[in-house]
């Protein structure tokens, strides 16, 4: 597997389609209403890409395997604790290709970049309900250092 950053011409599909995965998993994952997902999804957007280019930091790779797009990847780096951190916004490996070792290669790839940049580490957000995410992180070294936990009552349990 290749990684390269995102050409121009592929920017726009590409943003739309990580704000849309980005609300889907809030949804999904994170118990989430559409709505509160769509506004969520938007306004962070938004922040992080204003007028749809990217702010200083952003980085945005694509995925190749044999010629063929199997991915993206999109890194920021950060300040966290004291310290640089190159920060892991998603990992997105199309579905016919999952379960080829793409993913663990996008997370190899950022754990390099960070060395390259003198970074002090990589870090990232994952939804507790994204269990093979998490399974991943794990096999690779990732530890939990926070838990947000919830329980819908009434009408929305």
């Known amino acids: 597997m ?3 950053p995102i050409r121009e011409d592929e920017f726009a599909p590409w943003l739309r389609a990580a704000q849309a995965g980005y609300e889907e998993s809030m949804r999904v994952h994170g118990g989430m209403s559409a709505e509160a997902a769509r506004r969520r999804a938007a306004a962070d957007v938004d922040a992080l890409f204003p007028e749809g280019a990217p702010a200083d930091g952003q980085l945005v790779y694509v995925l190749e395997a044999d010629g063929e797009r199997v ?3 999109w890194l920021a780096e950060r300040e966290q604790d004291g310290g640089r951190i190159l920060w892991v ?3 997105e490996v199309d579905d016919r290709y999952r379960g ?3 993913g663990r290669a ?3 790839f950022a754990e390099e970049e960070a060395e390259r940049r003198g970074l002090a580490g990589v870090a990232l957000n994952v939804f507790g309900g994204n269990e093979v995410a ?3 992180y794990r096999s690779l070294g990732y530890s939990e ?3 947000y936990m919830q329980k819908r009552l009434g009408s929305e349990s």
Do not use: N
């Open 2 to 4: 290749t990684v390269r």
């Open 71 to 73: 991915g993206d990847l």
């Open 89 to 91: 916004f998603a990992v």
């Open 100 to 102: 080829r070792g793409y």
């Open 106 to 108: 996008a997370m190899v």
């Open 134 to 136: 998490r399974g991943l």
């Open 145 to 147: 250092v926070g838990v």
